[in-house]
């Protein structure tokens, strides 16, 4: 008999189901994805961490998994939830299925949930602390759990996704330019989509940990630094703002040091101009999110995961300039400064998964350090 599950929210609300993944309980605020498929890059995505995470498209796991579509070295969600597991994997590059692949990284996950009712309510009310367990179905207990977990909010979240020590990404090289620019990026919760996008694109990329100094970086000496994407609140994450506000004020070769920001890389950007970053009501979290540029007046379809946003009201005008907005709340999509080289994004543009329409800001980031090394 299949073993079933339970997934509680905060409100109340309780969704009974059958489990796949492995046995457990885990806590987390509970978000909806809306990408049809890349489900293994979803749970993959360090970005998820500390959430538990609802799929709306209804079938999930059909193409299996394999090693080549991961995101990061491990899975960091703390749940999944579907309304329906494939029983089957069935395409050629698969090496495994879903449910083999949670369990082997101890993440629990619930199908059988009316995932149309779930999203409404996470719509309605906003993201939601919840706990999904296959121990303790007694709805009243997990309720409680749900109340008294940590949620997002003040935590930081970057410190447990970070790499231990630097690195040069060896990537797989294929249709790569030999390197031109060294970047240097801090990893907050990188995908592997953005380093491939960087080898791409010339660059020869050295990995530090989050809590690298401004120090350790100049003494790379790089051409460019990148701020990766990643997990939770951006104000706790001083560390990293503090690092970034240093190399802006007294770059490594005394000249402005072209800077790139992707997702919590925004933000974190955004805060050292000064900027004031605010939780949205239940986040972004897809490959279908409208976004203008609002130099070219050209929409781009972006992949999206992130549940904080900047406040485009407490960054300094005289200093930052407003270039993307999201088409479906106009919340703040992308910035550059006016006088320095050094932009952000907060949306995906390696996508990994979802559409390749700002993969070109990459080339974007290569112009800045072509200029900068005149």
């Given at each position: 008999?299949?073993?079933?599950?339970?997934?509680?929210?905060?409100?109340?609300?309780?969704?009974?189901?059958?489990?796949?993944?492995?046995?457990?309980?885990?806590?987390?605020?509970?978000?909806?994805?809306?990408?049809?498929?890349?489900?293994?890059?979803?749970?993959?995505?360090?970005?998820?961490?500390?959430?538990?995470?609802?799929?709306?498209?209804?079938?999930?796991?059909?193409?299996?998994?394999?090693?080549?579509?991961a995101e990061s070295r491990s899975v960091w969600l703390?749940?999944?939830?579907?309304?329906?597991?494939?029983?089957?994997?069935?395409?050629?590059?698969?090496?495994?299925?879903?449910?083999?692949?949670?369990?082997?990284?101890?993440?629990?996950?619930?199908?059988?949930?009316?995932?149309?009712?779930?999203?409404?309510?996470?719509?309605?009310?906003?993201?939601?602390?919840?706990?999904?367990?296959?121990?303790?179905?007694?709805?009243?207990?997990?309720?409680?759990?749900?109340?008294?977990?940590?949620?997002?909010?003040?935590?930081?979240?970057?410190?447990?996704?970070?790499?231990?020590?630097?690195?040069?990404?060896?990537?797989?090289?294929?249709?790569?330019?030999p390197a031109a620019f060294r970047v240097v990026l801090?990893?907050?919760?990188?995908?592997?989509?953005?380093?491939?996008?960087?080898?791409?694109?010339?660059?020869?990329?050295?990995?530090?940990?989050?809590?690298?100094?401004?120090?350790?970086?100049?003494?790379?000496?790089?051409?460019?630094?990148?701020?990766?994407?990643?997990?939770?609140?951006?104000?706790?994450?001083?560390?990293?703002?503090?690092?970034?506000?240093?190399?802006?004020?007294?770059?490594?070769?005394?000249?402005?040091?072209?800077?790139?920001?992707?997702?919590?890389?925004?933000?974190?950007?955004?805060?050292?101009?000064?900027?004031?970053?605010?939780?949205?009501?239940?986040?972004?979290?897809?490959?279908?999110?409208?976004?203008?540029?609002?130099?070219?007046?050209?929409?781009?379809?972006?992949?999206?995961?992130?549940?904080?946003?900047v406040d485009i009201d407490s960054l300094p005008g005289?200093?930052?300039?407003?270039?993307?907005?999201?088409?479906?709340?106009?919340?703040?999509?992308?910035?550059?400064?006016?006088?320095?080289?050094?932009?952000?994004?907060?949306?995906?543009?390696?996508?990994?998964?979802?559409?390749?329409?700002?993969?070109?800001?990459?080339?974007?980031?290569?112009?800045?350090?072509?200029?900068?090394?005149?």
């Amino acid at each position: 008999m299949s073993k079933r599950a339970l997934l509680a929210l905060e409100d109340g609300t309780t969704f009974e189901g059958v489990a796949f993944g492995a046995e457990g309980e885990r806590a987390g605020e509970v978000v909806f994805n809306t990408s049809m498929t890349g489900y293994q890059e979803v749970v993959t995505d360090p970005s998820y961490r500390g959430q538990i995470v609802v799929m709306t498209y209804p079938l999930i796991g059909n193409y299996g998994v394999n090693a080549a579509d991961a995101e990061s070295r491990s899975v960091w969600l703390e749940g999944f939830v579907v309304r329906e597991l494939s029983g089957v994997a069935s395409n050629f590059r698969a090496e495994g299925d879903l449910d083999s692949y949670l369990e082997a990284h101890g993440v629990p996950g619930i199908q059988g949930v009316d995932t149309r009712e779930l999203t409404k309510r996470l719509r309605t009310v906003g993201a939601m602390k919840g706990v999904i367990s296959t121990e303790d179905l007694d709805p009243e207990r997990q309720v409680a759990k749900a109340k008294a977990s940590p949620g997002l909010e003040g935590r930081d979240l970057v410190r447990t996704v970070t790499c231990e020590k630097p690195y040069i990404w060896k990537g797989d090289h294929q249709g790569s330019r030999p390197a031109a620019f060294r970047v240097v990026l801090l990893d907050c919760g990188v995908k592997y989509g953005i380093l491939r996008r960087l080898e791409a694109a010339a660059c020869e990329v050295t990995v530090m940990p989050s809590s690298a100094t401004a120090e350790e970086v100049a003494e790379l000496d790089p051409d460019g630094l990148m701020l990766s994407n990643g997990p939770g609140d951006p104000e706790p994450v001083d560390n990293v703002i503090r690092t970034v506000r240093t190399l802006i004020d007294d770059p490594p070769r005394g000249v402005p040091l072209p800077i790139f920001g992707i997702c919590l890389g925004h933000q974190i950007l955004a805060l050292a101009l000064g900027g004031k970053t605010y939780k949205l009501k239940f986040g972004h979290h897809g490959a279908n999110h409208p976004v203008k540029d609002l130099r070219s007046g050209k929409v781009a379809v972006t992949v999206q995961n992130h549940g904080f946003c900047v406040d485009i009201d407490s960054l300094p005008g005289d200093e930052v300039e407003i270039t993307n907005l999201n088409l479906n709340d106009q919340t703040l999509e992308g910035i550059q400064h006016k006088h320095l080289p050094m932009f952000s994004v907060q949306y995906h543009p390696e996508a990994s998964p979802g559409p390749h329409d700002a993969r070109y800001l990459f080339d974007e980031f290569v112009q800045l350090m072509k200029k900068a090394a005149r």
